[in-house]
């Protein structure tokens, strides 16, 4: 069998797809209704992480990015609703109960401070990179996108062409105090070999941040299928807290701190209409067999459920910052 098309296998273990228990099949790009060959989803309980069941070839992951919307191209497909007196109330209610907090500058540079040379995998359209200039500092990116490439070099961005499991050479042969992958790890096909590329390009003493959609999440566990946090079949993996934690040690890496952020925005009635119309598109095409429409009754039960949850389970974002294990 073409390697491109081969069975996939748990990062974590190895252990190949039809090894582990089956657990989705989304047989459609919800973005755009197009049919997939690549929704059938697996779960490995010994390790806690989903995978696609086969590798995509390199024709479906063109297929899958090509969108009119994408939040990585400053764009969004969700639809921009007021909402009624009881769908306000509902995110009222979220955010008084919201503790998460984003990942920003202040943070990272507090964690590693005064970082020298910065790189970005994954750095889109440089946006984020770039609020981390400082005078001497040097700011690298690696992205695939063209578009964006262009866009980050005019931020003062050195970008270079790659991912984060085929780094540029340019890139693999330096070291960096600060590396940075936001939402990058579950698009990858293997992210054990992209964690370990980070590792080699970390410098003595250098700070690693990785941030991934949180699957143990509630939110999540509860509308998984219709989910926005799902999105195959950009995304290829699907982790909790434990088995990213797990991959980054395998990959020699240790985690000193995490953040958890990711919750008033499900309650919004833009994201409500949004996954309720994801259903509407998945039961028409054969899917969303286990998972019921959002609905202000269910959504105020899940409320409650998140109000004494831990924050492995009430936030739908988990990022580690790690340095490398001597």
Known sequence: MDVAVSEARCPTCAKPASAVDPWLEIPVDVKTGRKIDTGRLVWCKDCDIGFMQRRMTADEIGQAYDLGAYYTHGQTHMPDLPGSVAERVLVKLAYLTDRGRMMDAAWLTAMQPNPARILDIGCGAGDFVASLAAPGRQLYGVEPDAKARWVARGKSVTVAEGTAEAMPPEIAGQSFDLVLMTHVLEHCADPGRALRNVRAVLAPGGGFYCEVPNCAAL????????????????????????????????????????VHHGHTRHFLPGWRAWENKVHRRLKESGGARHTPQRSLARDLALLAREATASADQKYDCIGFFARALS
């Open 219 to 258: 939110h999540f566990q509860t509308y998984e299928e219709i989910s926005e946090m799902l999105d195959v079949p950009r995304h290829v993996h699907f982790f909790t807290p434990r088995s990213l934690r797990r991959l980054m040690e395998q990959a020699g890496l240790k985690v000193v701190a995490e």
